[in-house]
């Protein structure tokens, strides 16, 4: 009798243990790729200089000191610069992160957006990177930024449900980086004259619309190069619009001030799938 109730709890066991190795497992969700769209910037549109000198303004907007730890926790802490501009407003408005191309500053970013922002009242947070080549990939970037935007929100009336992100060059690259890698507050994300590597792209749940502009002879972002970041980054599961800038190199700082609106526009447009023009 004693060997019987063994053998049958013997039996038991295995049928239970045979249930939990042979139960299939829950299905994931399958993997969604989001919509590429490739169009051409209509309309008028300013050319390049022949001479390609800018220098910043020395004073413009707010300049914040941010100290954060050093990497890893060893050694003293670290001062970083971030630029601002204040809407007008008390209430909560939407607010655009704005980073730099390589050998620039946060304020030549404050300088191409100033007036847009004073008309349409809203905030810019434009920090300074610490690198001169320009932004580095990865989440130390994320973490710099999540940290200016929370010392921002201390003294600027920020609507946590409308932050954007835009970026120049070097600038571009890593944003459309923290879009497709990192969980970022960003509802949307726009470009100028950059482009994430095919390689660095990962598959993306729940991934933001982006928004890449470039001209058609930028002698550092071929559209070859931009069109497969673009088809990578739509097939990670964004949607994708690539607006190629007719007769357009890489420089920005003649045409800055007269792209502000139209991307703000694709930026707050981010949830229509309407097709734009210009």
């Not at 300013?46 to 303004?57: G, N, T």
């Not at 100028?192 to 993306?204: I, Y």
């Not at 002698?219 to 190629?244: D, K, M, W, Y």
């Not at 890489?250 to 001030?257: A, F, K, L, R, S």
């Amino acid at each position: 009798m004693r060997l019987l109730s063994i053998l049958i709890c013997v039996s038991f066991i295995g049928v239970v243990l045979a249930g939990m190795i042979l139960k299939p497992a829950t299905p994931t969700a399958p993997h969604i790729p989001g919509v590429l769209i490739e169009e051409m910037f209509s309309g008028s549109l300013l050319r390049d200089p022949a001479v390609q000198d800018y220098s910043a303004p020395a004073q413009i907007g707010e300049t914040h000191i941010l100290t954060m730890p050093s990497l890893f926790g060893f050694g003293p802490e670290i001062e970083y610069e971030w630029h601002g501009v204040k809407s007008a407003s008390v209430t909560p408005r939407p607010t655009l992160v704005l980073l730099h191309g390589s050998g620039r500053d946060g304020r030549s970013m404050l300088d191409m957006w100033d007036d847009f922002a004073h008309e349409a009242d809203i905030n810019l947070i434009a920090p300074d990177s610490n690198n001169e080549a320009g932004w580095p990939l990865g989440q130390a970037t994320a973490d710099y930024l999540e940290a200016v935007l929370d010392d921002a929100a201390a003294t600027y009336s920020i609507d946590p449900d409308q932050i954007y992100l835009f970026g120049h060059s070097a600038g571009a690259g890593v944003a459309q980086y923290l879009a497709n890698r990192t969980d970022g507050p960003w509802r949307a994300v726009a470009t100028h004259a950059g482009a994430l590597s095919a390689s660095e792209v990962r598959q993306k749940p729940g991934a933001i619309p982006i928004y890449s502009f470039l001209g058609d002879q930028d002698p550092l972002v071929p559209t070859t190069f931009a069109q497969e970041s673009a088809e990578a980054l739509s097939n990670a599961g964004h949607r994708v619009e690539l607006i190629t800038m007719p007769h357009h190199g890489h420089w920005y700082y003649h045409i800055g001030p007269y792209m502000a609106e139209r991307v703000w526009d694709r930026l707050v447009s981010a949830q229509d799938s309407a097709s734009h023009s210009y």
